[in-house]
């Protein structure tokens, strides 16, 4: 078996995604994979088409983890998001042919489930606390157990996380949520006024008011989105302590990995990062310190399915679970391979999801299944 041609499609069903699709000569088998990256599109599918794609064509489509090392090794300037993005939808549709000629899900390839489902969160947030409980409520109705929960900060325009559920599922790269409609019109979403000051005063003020209308049945957890240095990070978590978050997201930039050991030194907080993280590599200086509780990383940056199973592995020992990034940048394939390596890992903890738009859907039917109770289970007909 070889691989005969490797198709590379920019689809806008509502917003971006990169789609590679991996023929062989076997007639009428094929991989698909994700390799969107929110706002970097087009450079990660010039990179599939001009230097990825001519690398692959008459190689054996089954030696996975062989083109995996061959895609990463071989080009001197490795790694980086675009790079890692465009590895991850070669990885995605390898693993999915693997499986459809095995006709076994990707779970089974994996080794089989751990679990029968995955508990997903999902987002809420409000302009304030009580709209924010009103958004929690609706979810718990129908479901969830698992929460994130953003407020908007006072002054602040247009704060991150404020939209829920339906921000989350959008995720358009654009100012003020917009999508652009002419190449170069999309801008980077900017947070005019917003100061450290006033989130660090309204954050726990939330968690204080859904504590004490919610109780502690729910699970809620909050996302920082990299805000923070390291002084106030570690206030923050502290701060938070008496409301017992599931964990606190990204408390802190990537770049700096030292800082947490800060923020670990004065809060019991749990610490969730990663999905900026693009290689085993950036995550193992928070794994052997033990300065995170949940790792994050974005399967579709990462790399794929391949790698993913490693920072699982490196993560395991250190009694670190995983929180796989899965908003609505992403494709529904990397939703789904989320999933399946979330039945198949020991060290699960929680996923993110998004319900995607009707347009989506149609358009990559049977993914991935999401039960009422706010559990996703993988489909076995496909792998990826």
Same mark, same amino acid.
């Given at each position: ?24 000569? %076997? ?6 994979? /994700?390799? &969107? ?19 692959? =064509?008459?190689?054996?489509? /089954? ?24 590895? $991850? ?7 999915? =042919?693997?499986?459809?000629? $095995? ?29 924010? %409980? ?33 921000? *989350? ?11 652009? &409609?002419?190449?170069? %019109? ?63 997201? /990204? ?6 990995? %030292? ?9 019991? &907080?749990? =610490? ?19 300065? =995170? /509780? ?11 399915? &391949? ?29 789904? *391979? ?34 009422? *109770? ?11």
């Amino acid at each position: 078996m070889k691989i005969t041609e490797v198709r590379v499609i920019v689809t806008c069903p509502g917003r971006n995604y990169v789609v590679v699709k991996v023929m062989t000569d %076997e007639p009428g088998l094929y991989g698909v994979g /994700d390799a &969107t990256l929110n706002g970097r599109e087009l450079a990660v599918a010039e990179a599939l088409e001009k230097h990825i794609a001519p690398l692959l =064509i008459g190689r054996d489509p /089954d030696r996975v983890e062989d083109t995996w090392q061959y895609l990463f090794r071989g080009t001197y300037w490795r790694g980086g998001p675009v790079l890692m993005t465009a590895l $991850a939808g070669i990885d995605m549709a390898l693993w999915d =042919i693997k499986g459809k000629r $095995a006709n076994l899900p990707l779970y089974s390839l994996l080794g089989g489930k751990t679990r029968e489902g995955a508990l997903c969160y999902t987002h809420a947030g409000g302009k304030d606390n009580k709209a924010v %409980e009103d958004s929690v409520r609706e979810k718990l109705e129908r479901g969830f157990k698992v929460v994130r929960a953003q407020v908007s900060v006072p002054k602040a325009i247009g704060t991150y996380g404020v939209g829920g559920a339906r921000e *989350a599922a959008s995720a358009t790269w654009g100012s003020g949520g917009g999508t652009a &409609t002419a190449p170069g %019109e999309a801008l980077p979403h900017e947070e005019t006024n917003w100061e450290p000051t006033n989130y660090l005063k309204v954050v726990p003020k939330l968690f204080d008011h859904l504590r004490s209308t919610l109780g502690e049945e729910v699970e809620l957890l909050h996302d920082v989105h990299e805000r923070l240095n390291p002084i106030q990070a570690a206030r923050l978590a502290k701060e938070l302590e008496p409301y017992h978050l599931f964990f606190l997201e /990204d408390p802190l930039r990537p770049e700096h990995k %030292e800082s947490f050991r800060l923020v670990r030194s004065h809060s019991t &907080t749990p =610490i969730a990062m990663g999905e900026l993280f693009h290689t085993k590599y950036e995550c193992l200086p928070l794994f052997t310190e033990q300065l =995170i /509780d949940y790792i994050r990383c974005d399967l579709g940056h990462i790399g794929g399915i &391949t790698e993913a199973k490693k920072i699982a592995a490196l993560a395991e020992p250190y009694q670190i679970q995983t929180a796989w990034h899965g908003p609505g940048d992403i494709a529904p394939m990397t939703h789904s *391979a989320n999933v399946h390596v979330d039945v198949s890992i020991p060290n699960f903890g929680v996923q993110e999801m998004v319900f995607f738009s009707e347009q989506v859907q149609e358009g990559a039917a049977g993914v991935v299944r999401v039960m009422s *109770a706010g559990v996703a289970t993988p489909l076995g007909e496909a792998a990826a």
